[in-house]
């Protein structure tokens, strides 16, 4: 993939053994930067802390006219861990990142059933707020018109510091981000005219519709281990969804933060995420700690 020229990723060494490895998959509209408060913990639990920014956000390259898909979103981390060596992973997940990782899931759920014994083997998945079921989801203004033809396009040129902050902020409760979180989030977006790209990277959503069956049937059907952590207040993925996934995967296990944590817990509530996180990973054996 020559997109590797100008991808962005960080590969960290943590104190575990070298073979147990996580990637981390964000969300939008920031990038990898989203795990920064959790990460000095997840460095505890693994050898290997894999951190990409997604094509289009962050540091990575962001094609304007690129037909952004989250088909190759799987390709590109599929390609990334084999470029790096890792044949088994654990994937924590968040927002965008977690439809990617349901498409990495049913891939190898796939290869499970054919009897593939090559390819990446997922050991984990743990997946934070996110819009798995699309009619359930409650978009911003914003994000409803970055997807609108002809509008998207203009919106972004015309969407200021002062708007971007205020549209982010309500996706936090009672912990708002500091300063330093919503600059470094102004500037990530910015970088490389990135915010040109997002009225094709949101059509993802429009996957989501299409492909709902396919990621939800891989998280249900998956014989791995599945964990949610969910954040109450979140107003893009109401409790409603929480309700649902609880129904449609029931063999999954799943933690419910109260409506003081919103849609990023890993930002609001990170001792929670890193306690609960850790807790999934002993019960099921892959932590000593």
């Given at each position: ?69 989250l ?39 796939q ?39 002809v ?19 309500t ?12 600059d ?9 005219d ?24 891989a998280?249900?059907d ?10 109450a ?18 063999r999954?296990?799943?933690t ?34």
């Open positions: 993939l020559c997109i590797f020229l100008s991808f962005s990723s960080t590969d960290l060494k943590g104190d575990g053994p070298e073979d147990k490895v996580v990637l981390l998959m964000h969300g939008l509209p920031v990038s990898s930067y989203d795990w920064n408060e959790v990460l000095p913990g997840v460095r505890k639990m693994f050898g290997r802390v894999i951190s990409p920014d997604n094509l289009g956000a962050g540091l990575s390259a962001k094609p304007a006219q690129h037909n952004y898909s088909f190759e979103y799987a390709d590109i981390a599929e390609a990334l861990l084999v470029k790096l060596n890792v044949k088994t992973v654990h994937l924590l997940t968040h927002d965008l990142g977690i439809t990617i990782g349901h498409e990495m899931l049913a891939r190898f759920n290869r499970h059933v054919e009897g593939v014994k090559n390819g990446l083997s997922i050991v984990t998945f743990c997946q934070l707020n996110g819009g798995m079921f699309p009619r359930l989801y409650q978009p911003l203004l914003a994000q409803n018109l970055l997807i609108t033809p509008v998207g396009d203009l919106f972004v040129r015309l969407v200021n510091r002062i708007y971007f902050d205020r549209n982010l902020r996706l936090f409760a009672s912990r708002n981000p500091g300063e330093e979180y919503m470094a989030a102004w500037a990530l977006l910015r970088h490389n990135g915010h040109l790209a997002m009225p094709r990277i949101f059509l993802y959503q429009l996957d989501r519709f299409e492909f709902e069956e396919r990621w939800v049937n998280i249900r998956t014989t791995i281990p599945v964990h949610y952590i969910y954040g207040g979140d107003r893009i993925n109401p409790p409603a969804t929480f309700e649902e996934f609880k129904k449609r995967v029931p999954a296990t799943h419910y933060l109260p409506s003081s944590v919103a849609h990023f817990p890993m930002l609001e509530a990170p001792e929670t995420v890193l306690r609960v996180y850790g807790e999934f990973l002993k019960r099921h054996g892959h932590l000593s700690i």
